[in-house]
């Protein structure tokens, strides 16, 4: 792999498909154990700033979005937009998003999967990363040392 490019069989992409997998099982039916209509009005409130997060991030990338642990090849390092806050915008909507979900459905198996899925996109996170300093080189590195990588955490670790 050079430049930080990724193919669908680089091995570290199975953080993407468990990823899409964790997702999927959020979606499994029961009753919730608990319901409240402040549980609803701070769940919706989560889904939506989780899904406005995700949306800039992915609105930023542009055609430049991709699935995998890598960037795109030629595709410049975006540092501006909700990526001046965070270097994973989209990972961090998600979570806030799917945290939303699962206090709005109310099932225990779901908080699992919800960690679950926060460990895959740490993870994931983390792979990126190296592969982005790889790519990106200096440029990258200043960004990591001023930005976090979800929410507190700055650097390459």
Known sequence: MRGGEATMSDRANWLVWAQFA?????????????????????????ALAGAALAVAGVAVLGRDLVPWVAPKPGAPLRVDGVYRFTRNPIYLGILIGAAGWVLWRGRIELIVVWVLLAAVLIMKAHVEQHRLADAYGDEYRAYAARTPLLLFARGIR
Request: aromatic content about 8%; glycine content about 4%.
């Open 22 to 46: 964790l997702l999927a099982l959020l979606l499994l039916p029961g009753d919730p154990l608990w319901s409240a209509p402040w549980v609803t009005i701070v769940a919706v409130l989560l």
